[in-house]
């Protein structure tokens, strides 16, 4: 085992979005930071979110206020932040007669509304379904509705971005690296990381250490033998992409037959996504895929409600992540109503110790605010600076301008004429203002070398792995893109042999 002697200030396990944007936070106040996670970045739970942005409305009948009312501010730091990942989506609520009464809802919306300032999403409002757009696609049944304002984003490039900043600060970002142990040396944690592609061990030191791994939390503090109080469980969500169902950008919040609710809202320009469904999970985190029961379940949800029914035979994509919430009180196996999606955390330390901070939950909403709440917890004991830089800071690829996105869209694609326009429009949705990067001295289709498929090129390919740690087809097609939703199987084929022939890159960027 060879050692390198870099002490880093702060190590995160963890490369998901809430240790993406702890590692962030962390070197953003100037901090020497390293960040370590066993697969792609994203490939667990971040990837596999319903990505929405929004405050949680369905968390106001379990009486969440403070949870909803984090997420709600939020949502308009996010699109500051990101403004090229993050966007507004209006959302209509069909009033069912057999489910919540009309005041209900409108008093709930209402509060909704109020309960963090809006400086750009729209309030909450009554619609006749009859005379409104969004009654095209429902059934005749419905008839009033409300219309509210949430956001959608983009949950893997959230994470990137968040480690770009990292990066851009100074940090350390190390892909496919399991963490082995970490042996408290007093001031310091000595760190064990293994390579994942040749088993490869070596250690690293910090004077303060996060466990941000998600469903692995428990394991991960089992492995440096930190006792933990808090009894993790694992809920299973499911989504399914369909083609687009109905026009408009508008989506819709169904009240399920069940009395839950489910979301189904416009997907990467010309699909659907259906969600989500809400069970528990008892098996290893990796293992999670959708069951034919939750397909069956969500088809029937919306199809209780469109007028085109949706069928199995839609369905181009599906995926399954498991969440890893934990229990509030002492619930029964199988009862959901302990378990809370918010966050906490416990820091274990001791004078003359290096502390360690275990994270708990967390919403993809409330990256941002769990990674400033938690360096609030290790500032606490450490000597680090207080102020942190997240609220304001702009995130790589989100320098657009004060005007906003569609006015930098516009001009990307007047500079950029060149490009066919979806196309322009997925580089300013993707990368943000790092695509002129990726272009820098094209002024021609040819110059971005072979097509792959759909429209993708080979200078993209290459950007992505030259500049996000991007490796498998996997990674580029359903993490740093979603074009694996309009690649042939002779299309990923071309980009596999292409990974295949490429020269090795290094293992951190």
């Not at 959230?158 to 007093?186: D, M, Q, S």
């Not at 290096?354 to 938690?374: D, M, N, Q, S, Y």
């Amino acid at each position: 085992m060879t050692e390198q002697h870099k002490i880093y200030d702060l190590f995160v396990i963890g490369g998901g979005v809430n240790g993406a944007a702890i590692a962030c936070d962390a070197a953003g106040r100037g901090l020497a930071v390293g960040l370590s996670e066993m697969q792609d970045f994203a490939e667990g739970t971040s990837s596999r979110s319903s990505k929405l942005i929004h405050g949680g409305l369905r968390y106001l009948e379990t009486y969440d206020f403070k949870l909803v009312r984090d997420a709600l501010l939020e949502r308009e730091i996010l699109m500051r932040r990101t403004p090229h990942l993050v966007w507004p989506l209006r959302l209509v609520l069909p009033y069912v007669a057999s489910q919540r009464p009309r005041w209900m809802i409108r008093l709930g919306l209402l509060f909704y509304d109020y309960l963090a300032k809006r400086k750009v999403l729209k309030r909450s409002e009554a619609i006749d379904l009859r005379r409104h757009p969004a009654g095209v696609a429902l059934k005749s049944d419905y008839r009033h509705a409300f219309a509210y304002s949430d956001c959608r984003g983009d949950d893997a490039r959230l994470v990137i971005a968040n480690l770009l900043g990292a990066k851009r600060a100074g940090a350390e970002i190390w892909p496919r690296h399991r963490f082995v142990t970490a042996v408290r040396a007093g001031v310091v944690w000595r760190i064990t990381l293994e390579r994942v592609s040749d088993g490869r061990q070596f250690t690293v030191e910090a004077r303060a250490l996060v466990n941000a791994a998600g469903p692995w939390v428990v394991d991960v503090a089992g492995k440096m033998q930190i006792p933990v109080g808090r009894k993790l469980r694992l809920v299973r969500g499911s989504h399914i992409v369909v083609p687009r169902q109905w026009e408009g950008e508008h989506g819709y919040f169904l009240q399920t037959q069940d009395g839950r609710l489910m979301e189904a809202f416009p997907y990467e320009r010309d699909f659907t996504s259906i969600g989500t469904t809400d069970e528990p999970w008892e098996d290893a985190p990796e293992k999670v895929a959708i069951s034919d029961k939750e397909i069956d379940y969500m088809l029937a949800e919306v199809n209780a409600f469109l007028k085109k029914p949706v069928t199995r035979a839609d369905i181009v994509w599906s995926y399954s992540g498991v969440r890893p919430l934990f229990e509030t009180g002492g619930g029964r196996d199988g009862d959901l109503s302990t378990l809370t999606r918010d966050y906490s955390f416990e820091i274990d330390h001791e004078p003359g110790q290096a502390p360690v901070l275990t994270v708990f939950g967390g919403k993809l909403t409330t990256h941002r605010r769990l990674a400033e709440h938690a360096m609030q917890k290790l500032c606490a004991v450490m000597p680090w600076p207080a102020d942190s830089p997240s609220r304001t800071d702009i995130l790589p690829g989100g320098d657009v301008g004060p005007a906003g996105l569609e006015p930098y869209r516009k001009s990307f694609k007047q500079r950029f004429a060149w490009l066919p326009e979806t196309q322009a429009d997925r580089y300013v949705q993707q990368f943000g203002t790092r695509a002129e990067e990726m272009l820098k001295g094209a002024d021609k289709l040819a110059d971005l070398g072979p097509l792959i498929g759909a429209d993708l090129h080979q200078r993209e390919v290459d950007y992505l792995l030259d500049t996000e740690w991007a490796r498998t087809v996997e990674d580029i097609i359903w993490r740093r893109s979603k074009l694996g939703l309009r690649l042939s199987p002779v299309e990923i084929g071309r980009l596999a042999t292409y990974l295949k022939e490429r020269p090795t890159l290094p293992q951190s960027l």
